[in-house]
């Protein structure tokens, strides 16, 4: 993201010497992307950022997949995977319940009140999405407050913790890359502005606003990595708290987008997909389906039409509203929805015809679509809806 941000102090010119009042030397930190090719940021430590005095292995929760076979369609209630008391127990890092995964994306569920460890993600960048709750991220580049319907994108190895706020508990929505994700390059000029022609622009996206200055030794960090095809995590002990930082300035950083300010792309006739488009990441895409006036044509049916996903799994997450393509399927708040590539998905019975003469949705989804099979995490298999796939045709196990 090539969006310059400045905070806190840094000298006039980047790698040159940058001391405090009694004239220690600040740390410089290049945190950079592409092997000093891509967007970078360069932060100034009290400490030394690389010293470490302990590290030992830390037990992920359950990473399995499985493979979606015998292929179908599936629904997973995820507000089954936290009954009862279960938030009050539960941190937004450590809490996560993995629903699928391939090796370019993972996408968790998770709710709870607690704070979390200090934790870095060194496979990829982070989306969290806010289903409801409300918290303030704190990171080495500063504090950056969360609340419902907000999409946090965390870069990859940034040390950050979540601290949710209120009284209820904080639901999110996590999809961790193996990649970077960014605007779609088609939104962006060759300089990296976002066009007019973007959903959204540079006013939408909100970074740190204030440095956190801690203090400390012996401070935990949790590390998420993977040395071969495993994911794995590695706790590591800093001799000087990470965040420590007194400036910084530059194109990287945590920042979020409140999915309510993606401004719809609308037509005459039904619009693909891809005008939802929010992020895009190695061999995925991420979209937001908003409330939004739809198709004018005096012919036009507004929900989508039927389509075979040939490259790619859809995945839907129906976070607010009505989506109505799926009226009468048992897709409520907090369902997603798994539509493999293979063979063809769509309104269920009866939307289509519904639709006609519609003018407005009222419906509130984050998509991913991803370019390889998916495979179903623990916590997809804990809360799936064993009906699903078969409300197109009345008929299947236990159906005729």
Wanted: proline content about 9%; glycine content about 10%; aromatic content about 10%.
């Amino acid at each position: 993201m090539a969006f310059y941000r400045q905070l806190g102090s840094v000298p006039p010119k980047r790698h040159t010497q940058h001391r405090d009042e009694r004239g220690n030397l600040y740390y410089e930190e290049l945190m950079g992307e592409e092997g000093f090719s891509g967007d970078s940021s360069l932060l100034y430590h009290r400490g030394l950022p690389p010293a470490i005095i302990d590290a030992g292995v830390w037990e992920l929760p359950d990473q399995t997949l499985t493979p979606n076979h015998p292929l179908r369609h599936r629904h997973l209630r995820l507000p089954d995977l936290f009954p009862g008391d279960t938030p009050a127990k539960t941190d937004p890092v450590t809490g996560r319940r993995l629903l699928l995964g391939n090796a370019d994306v993972r996408i968790s569920y998770v709710v709870g009140k607690g704070a979390s460890p200090l934790y870095r993600n060194a496979i990829g960048d982070e989306l969290v999405y806010v289903e409801s709750g409300a918290a303030v991220v704190e990171s080495v580049f500063g504090a950056v407050p969360v609340r419902q319907g907000d999409q946090l994108i965390m870069p990859r190895a940034t040390t950050h913790r979540w601290l949710p706020t209120g009284e209820e508990p904080l639901r999110a929505y996590v999809i961790e890359a193996s990649s970077h994700i960014t605007p779609p390059k088609r939104y962006l000029s060759k300089f990296g502005q976002l066009l007019e022609n973007s959903p959204y622009c540079e006013r939408d996206l909100h970074g740190p606003s204030e440095l956190l200055l801690a203090e400390g030794a012996e401070v935990e960090v949790l590390v998420k990595h993977r040395p071969g095809a495993e994911v794995v995590g590695t706790r590591m002990t800093y001799a000087t708290h990470p965040f420590d930082v007194v400036g910084w300035d530059g194109c990287l950083y945590p920042y979020t987008f409140d999915i309510a300010d993606f401004e719809p792309i609308t037509g005459r006739v039904h619009q693909p997909p891809p005008v939802h488009q929010a992020f895009e990441g190695s061999n995925f895409v991420v979209c937001n389906f908003v409330p939004r006036k739809v198709d004018y044509h005096p012919l036009s049916i507004p929900v989508p039409y039927y389509h075979s996903n040939v490259d790619s799994d859809e995945i839907m997450f129906y976070c607010g509203g009505n989506y109505e393509a799926r009226r009468g399927s048992g897709i409520t708040q907090g369902s997603v929805s798994v539509h493999p590539g293979g063979y063809a998905h769509g309104p269920q019975p009866g939307a289509y015809e519904r639709s006609i003469g519609a003018e407005f949705f009222d419906e509130l989804a984050v998509m991913v679509d991803t370019f390889r099979p998916l495979q179903l995490g623990e916590g997809a298999l804990a809360c799936e809806d064993p009906a699903y796939a078969w409300t197109w045709s009345g008929r299947g196990p236990g159906l005729r």
